[in-house]
T-cell receptor, first 114, second 114 residues
Framework: AQTVTQSQPEMSVQEAETVTLSCTYD???????LFWYKQPPSRQMILVIR??????QNATENRFSVNFQKAAKSFSLKISDSQLGDAAMYFC???????????FGAGTRLTVKP | DSGVTQTPKHLITATGQRVTLRCSPR?????VYWYQQSLDQGLQFLIQ???????AKGNILERFSAQQFPDLHSELNLSSLELGDSALYFC???????FGYGYTFGSGTRLTVV
Protein backbone atom coordinates (compact mmCIF):
# COMPACT_ATOMS: atom_id res chain seq x y z
CA ALA A 1 0.00 0.00 0.00
CA GLN A 2 1.16 3.51 -0.74
CA THR A 3 0.55 5.74 2.26
CA VAL A 4 1.56 9.13 3.53
CA THR A 5 2.03 9.72 7.26
CA GLN A 6 2.23 13.00 9.09
CA SER A 7 2.94 12.22 12.72
CA GLN A 8 2.45 15.74 14.09
CA PRO A 9 -1.25 16.70 14.27
CA GLU A 10 -0.32 20.14 15.60
CA MET A 11 2.78 22.30 15.72
CA SER A 12 3.45 25.74 17.09
CA VAL A 13 6.18 28.23 16.25
CA GLN A 14 7.10 31.70 17.36
CA GLU A 15 7.00 34.39 14.71
CA ALA A 16 10.40 34.74 12.95
CA GLU A 17 11.51 31.31 14.17
CA THR A 18 12.00 28.11 12.17
CA VAL A 19 9.77 25.07 12.26
CA THR A 20 9.98 21.65 10.62
CA LEU A 21 6.96 19.55 9.71
CA SER A 22 7.51 15.83 9.25
CA CYS A 23 6.21 13.48 6.60
CA THR A 24 6.99 9.88 5.75
CA TYR A 25 5.65 7.89 2.88
CA ASP A 26 5.64 4.40 1.59
CA UNK A 27 6.30 3.50 -2.03
CA UNK A 28 7.87 0.83 -4.14
CA UNK A 29 8.55 3.21 -7.00
CA UNK A 30 11.94 4.71 -7.78
CA UNK A 31 10.91 7.84 -9.65
CA UNK A 32 8.20 10.01 -8.20
CA UNK A 33 7.33 13.47 -6.95
CA LEU A 34 6.37 14.71 -3.52
CA PHE A 35 4.39 17.80 -2.65
CA TRP A 36 3.52 20.02 0.29
CA TYR A 37 0.21 21.85 0.22
CA LYS A 38 -0.97 24.58 2.54
CA GLN A 39 -4.61 25.06 3.55
CA PRO A 40 -5.18 28.37 5.34
CA PRO A 41 -8.47 29.21 7.10
CA SER A 42 -9.93 30.15 3.71
CA ARG A 43 -9.75 26.37 2.96
CA GLN A 44 -8.05 26.99 -0.39
CA MET A 45 -5.42 24.34 -1.13
CA ILE A 46 -2.18 26.01 -2.17
CA LEU A 47 0.89 24.23 -3.54
CA VAL A 48 3.89 25.19 -1.42
CA ILE A 49 6.74 23.14 -2.82
CA ARG A 50 7.50 19.98 -4.76
CA UNK A 51 10.42 17.59 -4.84
CA UNK A 52 11.52 15.29 -7.62
CA UNK A 53 12.76 12.02 -6.17
CA UNK A 54 15.56 11.55 -8.67
CA UNK A 55 17.08 14.90 -7.73
CA UNK A 56 19.44 14.78 -4.78
CA GLN A 57 19.20 18.50 -4.19
CA ASN A 58 16.50 19.55 -1.77
CA ALA A 59 13.87 21.88 -3.21
CA THR A 60 13.64 25.45 -1.96
CA GLU A 61 11.00 28.12 -2.46
CA ASN A 62 11.87 31.33 -0.65
CA ARG A 63 11.38 30.62 3.09
CA PHE A 64 10.21 27.07 2.43
CA SER A 65 12.58 24.18 1.94
CA VAL A 66 12.45 20.43 2.20
CA ASN A 67 14.70 17.79 3.69
CA PHE A 68 14.26 14.83 1.38
CA GLN A 69 15.73 11.54 2.56
CA LYS A 70 14.89 9.03 -0.15
CA ALA A 71 16.26 5.95 1.56
CA ALA A 72 14.34 6.77 4.72
CA LYS A 73 11.26 7.79 2.72
CA SER A 74 11.12 11.04 4.61
CA PHE A 75 10.06 14.41 3.25
CA SER A 76 9.99 17.17 5.84
CA LEU A 77 9.11 20.81 5.29
CA LYS A 78 11.13 23.56 6.90
CA ILE A 79 9.64 27.02 7.24
CA SER A 80 12.17 29.72 8.07
CA ASP A 81 11.42 33.17 9.46
CA SER A 82 7.83 32.09 10.21
CA GLN A 83 5.16 34.67 9.57
CA LEU A 84 1.63 34.99 10.90
CA GLY A 85 0.34 34.21 7.42
CA ASP A 86 2.00 30.80 7.55
CA ALA A 87 -0.63 29.62 10.03
CA ALA A 88 -2.51 26.87 8.24
CA MET A 89 -2.95 23.14 7.81
CA TYR A 90 -0.08 21.62 5.91
CA PHE A 91 -0.53 18.45 3.91
CA CYS A 92 2.17 16.25 2.54
CA UNK A 93 1.14 14.55 -0.71
CA UNK A 94 2.39 11.77 -2.90
CA UNK A 95 0.93 10.96 -6.30
CA UNK A 96 0.50 7.37 -7.21
CA UNK A 97 1.99 6.19 -10.45
CA UNK A 98 0.82 8.29 -13.39
CA UNK A 99 -0.51 10.96 -11.08
CA UNK A 100 -3.94 9.43 -11.11
CA UNK A 101 -4.45 9.60 -7.39
CA UNK A 102 -2.70 12.07 -5.13
CA UNK A 103 -2.51 10.63 -1.64
CA PHE A 104 -2.52 13.15 1.18
CA GLY A 105 -1.37 12.84 4.76
CA ALA A 106 -3.72 13.67 7.61
CA GLY A 107 -2.22 17.13 7.90
CA THR A 108 -0.35 19.19 10.49
CA ARG A 109 -2.00 22.28 11.93
CA LEU A 110 0.61 25.01 12.30
CA THR A 111 0.03 27.87 14.72
CA VAL A 112 2.27 30.93 14.56
CA LYS A 113 2.55 32.92 17.78
CA PRO A 114 3.25 36.65 17.61
CA ASP B 1 -7.64 33.07 -8.20
CA SER B 2 -6.22 29.62 -8.95
CA GLY B 3 -7.92 29.34 -12.34
CA VAL B 4 -10.04 26.38 -11.22
CA THR B 5 -13.66 27.43 -10.73
CA GLN B 6 -16.07 25.56 -8.53
CA THR B 7 -19.74 26.33 -8.14
CA PRO B 8 -21.63 26.70 -5.94
CA LYS B 9 -19.41 27.72 -3.03
CA HIS B 10 -21.98 26.68 -0.46
CA LEU B 11 -24.87 24.27 -0.65
CA ILE B 12 -27.39 23.30 2.01
CA THR B 13 -29.78 20.48 1.26
CA ALA B 14 -31.88 17.88 3.01
CA THR B 15 -31.22 14.19 3.43
CA GLY B 16 -32.34 12.09 0.50
CA GLN B 17 -31.85 14.88 -2.00
CA ARG B 18 -29.56 15.05 -5.02
CA VAL B 19 -27.09 17.80 -5.84
CA THR B 20 -24.65 18.58 -8.63
CA LEU B 21 -21.30 20.23 -8.07
CA ARG B 22 -19.59 21.88 -11.00
CA CYS B 23 -15.92 22.40 -11.80
CA SER B 24 -14.19 24.26 -14.60
CA PRO B 25 -10.51 23.35 -14.83
CA ARG B 26 -7.66 25.77 -15.37
CA UNK B 27 -7.24 26.72 -19.00
CA UNK B 28 -5.17 24.07 -20.78
CA UNK B 29 -5.60 21.42 -18.09
CA UNK B 30 -7.05 18.12 -19.29
CA UNK B 31 -7.25 16.23 -16.00
CA VAL B 32 -9.87 16.85 -13.35
CA TYR B 33 -9.84 15.29 -9.91
CA TRP B 34 -12.50 15.29 -7.21
CA TYR B 35 -11.68 15.10 -3.52
CA GLN B 36 -13.80 15.02 -0.37
CA GLN B 37 -12.62 16.64 2.84
CA SER B 38 -14.74 15.97 5.90
CA LEU B 39 -14.47 18.19 8.96
CA ASP B 40 -10.92 18.15 10.29
CA GLN B 41 -10.08 15.25 8.02
CA GLY B 42 -7.63 14.78 5.26
CA LEU B 43 -8.51 14.69 1.61
CA GLN B 44 -10.03 11.56 0.17
CA PHE B 45 -9.65 10.96 -3.53
CA LEU B 46 -12.94 10.27 -5.27
CA ILE B 47 -12.41 10.14 -9.01
CA GLN B 48 -10.30 11.41 -11.89
CA UNK B 49 -11.15 12.26 -15.48
CA UNK B 50 -8.73 12.91 -18.28
CA UNK B 51 -9.96 14.53 -21.49
CA UNK B 52 -13.46 13.20 -21.00
CA UNK B 53 -12.59 9.69 -19.89
CA UNK B 54 -12.59 8.23 -16.40
CA UNK B 55 -9.00 7.39 -15.46
CA ALA B 56 -9.02 6.46 -11.80
CA LYS B 57 -11.55 5.83 -9.11
CA GLY B 58 -10.97 6.10 -5.38
CA ASN B 59 -13.29 5.76 -2.43
CA ILE B 60 -16.32 7.02 -4.28
CA LEU B 61 -19.70 5.80 -3.10
CA GLU B 62 -22.14 4.23 -5.54
CA ARG B 63 -24.50 7.10 -4.77
CA PHE B 64 -21.94 9.47 -6.26
CA SER B 65 -21.10 9.81 -9.93
CA ALA B 66 -19.16 12.20 -12.09
CA GLN B 67 -18.49 13.07 -15.68
CA GLN B 68 -16.30 15.35 -17.75
CA PHE B 69 -17.81 17.11 -20.72
CA PRO B 70 -16.26 17.94 -24.13
CA ASP B 71 -15.48 21.47 -22.94
CA LEU B 72 -13.55 19.77 -20.07
CA HIS B 73 -15.72 21.02 -17.26
CA SER B 74 -16.75 18.33 -14.80
CA GLU B 75 -19.76 17.66 -12.62
CA LEU B 76 -19.97 15.57 -9.47
CA ASN B 77 -23.44 14.23 -8.76
CA LEU B 78 -24.33 13.25 -5.21
CA SER B 79 -27.62 11.47 -4.65
CA SER B 80 -29.63 10.04 -1.74
CA LEU B 81 -27.67 12.37 0.46
CA GLU B 82 -26.94 11.44 4.05
CA LEU B 83 -25.80 13.56 6.97
CA GLY B 84 -22.35 12.01 6.68
CA ASP B 85 -21.95 13.41 3.18
CA SER B 86 -21.55 16.88 4.64
CA ALA B 87 -18.06 17.93 3.64
CA LEU B 88 -15.92 20.22 1.55
CA TYR B 89 -15.66 18.93 -1.99
CA PHE B 90 -12.63 20.00 -3.95
CA CYS B 91 -11.99 19.88 -7.63
CA UNK B 92 -8.40 20.01 -8.86
CA UNK B 93 -6.92 20.05 -12.31
CA UNK B 94 -3.58 19.33 -13.91
CA UNK B 95 -2.24 19.64 -17.41
CA UNK B 96 -1.88 15.92 -17.95
CA UNK B 97 -1.82 12.60 -16.26
CA UNK B 98 1.72 11.70 -15.43
CA PHE B 99 4.58 12.33 -13.09
CA GLY B 100 5.27 15.68 -11.62
CA TYR B 101 2.16 17.57 -12.52
CA GLY B 102 1.04 19.08 -9.28
CA TYR B 103 -2.59 19.86 -8.89
CA THR B 104 -4.26 23.25 -8.94
CA PHE B 105 -7.23 23.27 -6.60
CA GLY B 106 -10.47 25.17 -6.75
CA SER B 107 -11.80 26.88 -3.66
CA GLY B 108 -14.19 24.03 -2.93
CA THR B 109 -17.91 23.55 -2.46
CA ARG B 110 -19.07 23.27 1.12
CA LEU B 111 -21.99 20.86 1.26
CA THR B 112 -24.18 20.73 4.33
CA VAL B 113 -26.80 18.02 4.55
CA VAL B 114 -29.50 18.66 7.15
Amino acid sequence: AQTVTQSQPEMSVQEAETVTLSCTYDTSESDYYLFWYKQPPSRQMILVIRQEAYKQQNATENRFSVNFQKAAKSFSLKISDSQLGDAAMYFCAYPKCNNNDMRFGAGTRLTVKP
Amino acid sequence: DSGVTQTPKHLITATGQRVTLRCSPRSGDLSVYWYQQSLDQGLQFLIQYYNGEERAKGNILERFSAQQFPDLHSELNLSSLELGDSALYFCASSVATGFGYGYTFGSGTRLTVV
